[in-house]
């Protein structure tokens, strides 16, 4: 199975503030790499396709990049509505595997 | 605006068979992969596998051969069931809308999108 690691494992930010967090996928995925993002109580749902494609009504705050291995989602200016868990996902390899996610939380 | 809803039994005993469906509207279950995945807090989210509306399927091979998906198009409705269940079971089960893509020519599905809203369900005597 393709291993997929998220770092770091929590963070605490200010609001305005850029936020990074990293995925590394354990072999070569391509672009094949989509973002998630799940507000507590509630389903994930789709933030970025194919490494860096924004979804559909996504704020623009939002960004994804990488291809390989190593692969990055950014908020670009954190919000209060962007208190979340934040999971990576491959699709390059069955079966499809998720990273363990980020909970990303206001200071 | 398509919409999932998951339903089935909130409770169910060790080793017998968890069973859900998923009931999809605003859209057709032809011509795409639809997934059931599951949430638990020991091992996040796990992809337990698809049905193409054709009835071809993949699973995860961590569920040991314990899992079967079935698909009802005359009713839009997507089932799965997971056989001689432990504690080890209990989640949030969602299933998933995925497109089709071909990755080194061969059909697969992509991301998940969009999803129902989940439904705990708990494995305990």
């Known amino acids: 199975d393709v291993q997929m690691t998220q770092s770091p494992s929590s963070l605490s930010a200010s609001l305005g503030d850029r936020v990074t967090i990293s995925c590394q996928a354990s072999?070569?995925?391509?672009?094949?790499l989509n973002w998630y993002q799940q507000r507590p109580g509630k389903a994930p749902h789709l933030l970025i396709y194919?490494?860096?494609n924004l979804e559909t009504g996504v704020p623009s705050r939002f960004s994804g990049s990488g291809s390989g291995t190593d692969f990055s989602l950014t908020i670009g200016s954190l919000e209060p509505e962007d208190v979340a868990t934040y999971y990576c996902?491959?699709?390059?390899?069955?079966?499809?595997?998720f990273g363990a996610g980020t909970s990303v939380e206001v200071k | 605006q398509v919409q999932l809803q998951e339903s089935g039994p909130r409770l169910v005993k060790p080793s017998e068979t968890l069973s859900l469906t998923c009931t999809v509207s605003?859209?057709?279950?032809?011509?795409?992969?639809w997934t059931w995945l599951r949430q638990s807090p020991g091992k996040g989210l796990e992809w337990i596998g698809y049905?193409?509306?054709?009835?071809?399927?993949s699973y995860n091979p961590s569920l040991k051969n314990r899992v079967s998906m079935s698909v009802n198009r005359s009713k839009n409705q997507f089932s799965m069931r997971l056989t001689f269940v432990t504690a080890a079971d209990t989640a949030i089960y969602y299933c998933?809308?995925?497109?089709?893509?071909?990755?080194?020519?061969?059909?697969?599905?992509?991301?998940?999108?969009?999803w129902g809203q989940g439904t705990l369900v708990t494995v305990s005597s």
């Open positions: 998933a809308r995925s497109r089709i893509t071909f990755i080194r020519g061969v059909m697969a599905p992509n991301w998940f999108d969009p």
């Open positions: 605003e859209d057709s279950i032809s011509n795409y992969f």
């Open positions: 049905i193409h509306y054709t009835g071809s399927t």
């Open positions: 072999q070569d995925i391509g672009t094949y």
């Open positions: 194919e490494a860096s």
């Open positions: 996902q491959q699709y390059h390899h069955l079966p499809l595997t």
